[in-house]
């Protein structure tokens, strides 16, 4: 059964795959059947078991659910656990995690957000699965706490019925010469990592000065969700975003809207991360779930809906869509839970004092 509230928010989808078993566990003839993924292969039997055994695995997701559900019906098709998917934006679901954890319930197996970092260290357990090995380095946590499983690159976008490409800035400066955008500009409501980027980039001063022309400028709407930002610009409620997640956008362009992106400095660039509870009800489910996450299976999957790889053998979606992006300034930006309230109060200082 799955159930969508009409926000589509907190999201909860129960599988009803059956009580199909990974038939490679079932014997030798079953095994001659079907032959289990590399991700599912390589570990443990004994963890697969105890994992078969917990027969169902909870987790909280950012990710939206034309994505998300098919996304993990991929894991009950090979393990036979059923997922209990709930889905929900990064703020709704930490603070969720935060009440949980103060109230010791044992309530999720697995989060995947692009905040896992900001979750406290006794929330997620250290755990290194062996497809962790195959995502770049800089898209592990030292401390193993989280993975990479896609990642964020950070641009404007524009909707190319309204806005022609010449009339783009090349700056972020050049946003205030652009007064004929007053009301059409988009920004997510929690763009504070982005922001932290933009203030590395050019000083704490000019940064400031920069953004309080912009808001002065275009006054930006704030929208809740980077899908949503994307969805608005590719239907032409608003003409442009003034940042958004790249895969975002080219999920919606790939969907036929008019929309594209374009690339300034700096690019601000974040992962969507997977991380397991410290208190987790099903333990050894999700350990599963975690390799799984970081399969080359699963990358190559969401690449269909544009998201982009933190693996260098899986091909963007489209192909070579990143070369414009790595030839420009990236900076990771990846804030601790006390660096997120500092940006967050900014963020709110800069666009909601209007």
Known sequence: MRQLNKRGMLVRAVAGVGALLPLWLAGPAAAQDKTPPSWLAQLDPKLVEAAKKEGQLVVY???????????????????????????????????????????????????????????????????????????????????????????????????????????????????????????????????????????????????????????????????????????????????????????????VKLSGAPTDFWVLDPVSQQYGQVGISANSPNPNAARLAANFMLSRETQTFLAKFGRLPTRDDVETNPKGVLEPVLKSKVITTMPTPEEGKKWSKIFDDTFRRR
């Open 61 to 251: 997701s950012s990710t939206n659910e034309s994505e998300g559900l098919p996304w993990f019906k991929l894991f009950e098709e090979a393990t036979g656990i059923k997922v209990n998917y709930i889905r929900g934006s990064d703020v709704q679901l930490n603070a969720r995690i935060a009440i949980e954890h103060r109230a010791r319930q044992k309530a999720w197996d697995i989060v995947q957000t692009a905040s896992v970092q900001q979750l406290p260290p006794d929330i997620v357990a250290v755990y290194d699965p062996p497809e962790a090995k195959n995502i770049r380095p800089g898209a592990r946590d030292k401390a193993q706490r989280w993975f990479g499983v896609y990642t964020n690159y950070n641009t404007p976008a524009y909707n190319t019925k309204f806005v022609k490409r010449e009339e783009l800035p090349k700056t972020y400066e050049e946003f205030a010469q652009r007064p004929q955008w007053a009301g059409k500009v988009a920004i997510d409501v929690n763009d504070e990592t982005w922001l932290a980027t933009i203030y590395e980039h050019y000083g704490e001063a000019k940064a400031k000065k920069m953004m309080d022309d912009i808001v002065a400028t275009t006054k930006p709407i704030i929208i809740q969700g980077h899908l949503a930002v994307a969805r608005a610009v590719g239907s032409g409620e608003y003409w442009i975003a003034l940042n958004n997640f790249l895969n975002l956008t080219l999920n």
